[in-house]
């Protein structure tokens, strides 16, 4: 379709497809799951360290951990696949983070009701940026540095900050060399819209 079509919705509506919505469909066992976590936890801000084939690799992880820690006086919480939750559990028992916490081990279902009630999300470029856009979240966005692919995935919501990598490539899960400080400086410029 991008041979003929800007976007995938310019292409559904030419095909006559315009009665869609973009809402989710979360199954009730999975809003009664999570609705006792939510009322005692605020979700304020979301820190989504991979997806698919796109990773924060571990030393960037904890290098950006700490500056969002010592600098931002929301809880942070970060959402973990399955593979890497290990990885992300040792990271936060081997660093004294004050305002760090995983949340509970989450299906996709379970990812789309904490981002749904959540301010800020942080993500590579994942499925939960786009689920985040139909919920017109806030969103800081870490993209490789793949023009045509930034352009045409970017959020489609009202506020959001992008963060690309410095290095240009035709990898579009390559998120390469991150600089932590413009993270911070981004999501400061989110917190205060």
Same mark, same amino acid.
Request: with cysteine; proline share 3%; net charge negative.
């Given at each position: 379709?991008?041979?003929?079509? /800007?976007?995938? &919705? ?8 315009? !009665? ?12 009664? @799951?999570?609705? &006792? ?11 989504n360290?991979?997806? /698919? ?19 931002? @006086? ?17 990271? !936060?028992?081997? /660093? ?7 949340l509970? &081990? ?12 959540? &301010?800020?999300?942080?993500?590579? /470029?994942?499925s ?11 969103? !800081? ?6 023009? %045509?692919?930034?352009? !045409? %995935? ?8 992008l ?31």
């Amino acid at each position: 379709y991008d041979k003929l079509f /800007n976007t995938q &919705e310019e292409m559904v509506n030419y095909l006559g497809l315009n !009665l869609y919505n973009k809402k989710i469909y979360l199954p009730e066992y999975c809003i009664e @799951k999570n609705k &006792e976590y939510l009322q005692k936890n605020e979700i304020k801000i979301i820190f989504n360290t991979e997806g /698919n084939s796109k990773a924060i690799e571990r030393k960037k992880i904890i290098e950006i951990l700490k500056l969002l820690d010592e600098n931002i @006086k929301e809880k942070i919480k970060i959402i973990s696949t399955p593979q890497r939750r290990m990885e992300i559990e040792k990271i !936060l028992c081997e /660093n004294n983070f004050i305002n760090v916490e995983l949340l509970p &081990e989450t299906s996709f279902y379970d990812a789309v009701y904490f981002i749904k009630n959540c &301010e800020i999300l942080i993500s590579p /470029n994942t499925s939960l940026i786009h689920v985040a856009s139909v919920y017109n979240k806030k969103i !800081l966005g870490i993209y490789s540095n793949v023009k %045509w692919h930034i352009e !045409l %995935w970017k959020p489609k919501v009202d506020n959001y900050e992008l963060i690309i990598s410095d290095i240009e490539t035709e990898d579009t899960d390559d998120l390469g060399e991150i600089d932590s400080k413009k993270i911070l400086i981004a999501l400061e410029h989110l917190i205060e819209k």
